[in-house]
C-alpha cells in the first residue's frame, strides 16, 4: 500500500527526491516516517512528518541535507536529499504511523541510493 521511488545511483555531493506514493487508502491523516537500512547495519530513523506537513523531525546525520514533504491531495511523502554522502547508502522505506504513537504499522518495499566516492 505504500510504493517508494526514486532510488538509483548518484555520485556524493549529488541529489535525490524519493516518492512515497499510498494506494488502496489514504494515508492523510497520518504521521509518515522515512527509514533507511545499510547492508548489515540496524535499520535508522531517517524524518518524520506530522499529517499537516507542518511539523518535521529529523536525524541528526541528516539533518540540514535532508527535506521532508507531503502532498496529501495526492497521497505522496517526499524526501529530497541534498549533498548526498557515501554513507547516505542504503535502502530507503517509508512508513505510516496510523496510531500515533510512533509505533510505524504500515511499510513500503524500500528504494536503493547508492552514493558513490
Known amino acids: 500500500q505504500l510504493v517508494e521511488s526514486g532510488g538509483g545511483l548518484v555520485q556524493a555531493g549529488g541529489s535525490l527526491r524519493l516518492s512515497c506514493t499510498a494506494t488502496g487508502r489514504t494515508f492523510s491523516s497520518y504521521p509518515m516516517g522515512w527509514f533507511r537500512q ?4 540496524e535499520r535508522e530513523f531517517v524524518a518524520r512528518i506530522g499529517w499537516r506537513g507542518t511539523r518535521t523531525y529529523y536525524a541528526d ?31 530507503y522505506y517509508c512508513a505510516a504511523d496510523t496510531k500515533g504513537r510512533y509505533e510505524y504499522d504500515y511499510w513500503g518495499q524500500g528504494t536503493q541510493v547508492t552514493v558513490s566516492s
Request: charged share 25%.
Open 61 to 91: 546525520s541528516v539533518k540540514g541535507r535532508f527535506a521532508i514533504s507531503r502532498d496529501n491531495a495526492k497521497n505522496t511523502v517526499y524526501l529530497q536529499m541534498n549533498s548526498l554522502k557515501p554513507e547516505d547508502t542504503a535502502v
Open 38 to 41: 545499510a547492508p548489515g547495519k
